[in-house]
């Protein structure tokens, strides 16, 4: 894609590494120096870009990247060859051999899938899953752990780890989260071998309960500097920084006279004198139309979309004319004034992980120091 168009996503390599850096910092204070750090960077790197942050990532010194599907870590294999990377999800069987030969680590989701793959006898890295609440994918039995571990014994795969997932983390309650941590300490026992990593923590987890971080801890909401949920916002023991920033430029200027109606269905009707400026963003973009109504930071200051948002633009009510080629800030601060993806998840009752996940390719990812 070229960069002509001035709607971005800047994500910055520097939040990025002071995020790691601070999860780093947190689990020395506990004791646990040697946690490994998995960058979790599926979902296009959660909306940021995944090369870009796979590159910022690396540079941060992550030891792990972990993603979804086994397509998201090929495309990354075809940029880095070294880091190792674990797909979370299940891959499907005939996977296998390209997994061998690129060095991804597989997820064992299932004993049935196991049975199936195993017809490839080859040495692939695997993590078995451990389903412990959130009845997604995931042994679910010890009878299941004792098959799967049979099976295992007589091939030729490598068992370099094993986690579990946690459904209710990003509670203030942690009563689920510890009786999820009591059932993967019963998998544990009846393993014939720890694996090397043993993981359970997603960001909340990670943050609010050190005394799980076993081997390695997964980062991925708060690697972008979010939070988890707001309800355990004010309780995070660091402070995160936020890594993206949605920008535009104002393309058209206009001042309306009384009751003009603005954009598709007229929904809109102007005052007398209202400046209107248009910005090159859209529905297409991830401006859901929901979203009419949020605020947007021009010179420093909030104005709100007005009208019907459009596949590819939409219009700002702004309180006097400003030039064409002004700066538009949707997500990110402009001076003291910020906007957050948290906040448009509040607008469209949603959470901010669907926020940066919804913006969609056609916004150019910029990695910026
Ligand atoms: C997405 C995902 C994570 C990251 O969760 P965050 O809440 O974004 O930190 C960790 N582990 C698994 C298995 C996931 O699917």
Redesign the pocket.
């Known amino acids: 894609m070229t960069g002509f168009r001035p709607t971005v996503l800047s994500v910055s390599k520097q939040a990025i590494q002071h995020n790691v850096e601070q999860v780093r910092m947190l689990y020395r204070q506990h004791h646990q120096p040697n946690v490994k750090i998995f960058a979790?960077v599926?979902a296009n790197g959660?909306g940021h870009g995944l090369l870009e942050v796979a590159e910022a990532a690396l540079a941060a010194q992550v030891d792990y990247l972990?993603v979804?599907t086994f397509d998201e870590a090929l495309s990354i294999r075809e940029k880095f060859e070294k880091i190792p990377i674990l797909v979370?999800?299940a891959s499907p069987v005939h996977a296998v051999p390209v997994a061998v030969e690129k060095e991804i680590t597989l997820t064992v989701p299932s004993l049935k899938w196991l049975e199936a793959a195993l017809i490839h006898q080859m040495p692939l890295k695997v993590h078995l899953k451990i389903d412990t609440g959130m009845n997604r994918i995931g042994l679910k039995t010890i009878d299941e752990l004792e098959e799967v571990q049979a099976l295992l014994q007589h091939s030729k795969w490598y068992v370099e780890g094993v986690?579990t997932?946690f459904s209710r983390a990003?509670e203030k309650d942690r009563t689920w989260t510890d009786q999820q941590v009591e059932r993967f300490e019963a998998f544990l026992q009846r393993l014939t071998k720890r694996p090397e990593i043993v993981h359970v923590s997603?960001?909340?987890a990670?943050l609010l309960y050190p005394e799980y971080g076993y081997d390695a801890v997964?980062?991925?909401?708060?690697?972008y500097g979010l939070s988890?949920s707001p309800e355990i916002a004010e309780l995070l023991p660091v402070s995160l920084q936020k890594v993206g920033m949605l920008e535009t430029e104002i393309v058209a200027m206009k001042r309306l006279g009384a009751d003009e109606p603005l954009s598709y269905g007229g929904k809109y009707l102007s005052k007398e004198g209202e400046w209107i400026a248009t910005l090159p963003i859209g529905y297409a973009d991830g401006l859901k139309r929901g979203l009419t109504g949020q605020e947007v930071l021009v010179d420093g200051k909030r104005a709100p979309i007005v009208g019907t948002i459009c596949m590819d633009q939409c219009l700002v009510l702004v309180p006097e004319t400003v030039k064409v080629g002004t700066k538009v800030t949707l997500i990110g601060h402009q001076g003291q004034t910020e906007v957050t993806a948290d906040e448009w998840a509040e607008k469209m009752q949603t959470i901010n992980?669907e926020i940066c996940t919804s913006l969609s390719q056609r916004v150019h990812r910029i990695l910026v120091e």
């Open positions: 979790v599926k959660y972990a979804a979370l999800g986690f997932h990003d997603n960001s909340a990670t997964r980062l991925g909401i708060s690697l988890p992980y």
